[in-house]
């Protein structure tokens, strides 16, 4: 099983920007980034490819986060621009991130953006 690491978040302003890394073990299809308000429900922020280095973004991030692979340290990396307060949330890094129910999790981190 693929085992993954976040580092990265906190608390930011309004505007601001943050940067997540995840590292990971292994050879997933793919690595990314999903995101967890108060509540059970799990939104997919972004997701890298393996093979290809294809993107993906949600609608509500697109033009202000950029995924990107560094492939000789196993890390992707999430950078966030001009925060938004509703994007607050634990941010969570996860292996295969284009299948509906993704096995491998990392343990995420928090997200606070807030004046």
């Known amino acids: 099983q693929v085992q993954l690491v976040e580092s990265g978040g906190g608390l930011v302003q309004p505007g601001g920007s943050l940067r997540l890394s995840c590292t990971y073990s292994?050879?997933?299809?793919?690595v990314g980034w999903f995101r967890q308000a108060p509540g059970p429900a799990r939104e997919r922020v972004s997701c890298i490819s393996s093979w290809d280095e294809s993107t993906y973004y949600a609608d509500f991030v697109k033009g202000r986060f950029t995924i990107s692979r560094d492939k000789s340290k196993n890390t992707v990396i999430l950078r966030m621009n001009n925060l938004k307060p509703e994007d607050t949330g634990v941010y969570l890094c996860?292996?295969?991130?284009?299948?509906?129910?993704?096995?491998?999790w990392g343990q995420g981190t928090q997200v606070t953006v807030s004046s």
């Open positions: 996860a292996a295969d991130c284009g299948d509906p129910a993704p096995a491998s």
């Open positions: 292994g050879r997933p299809y793919s």
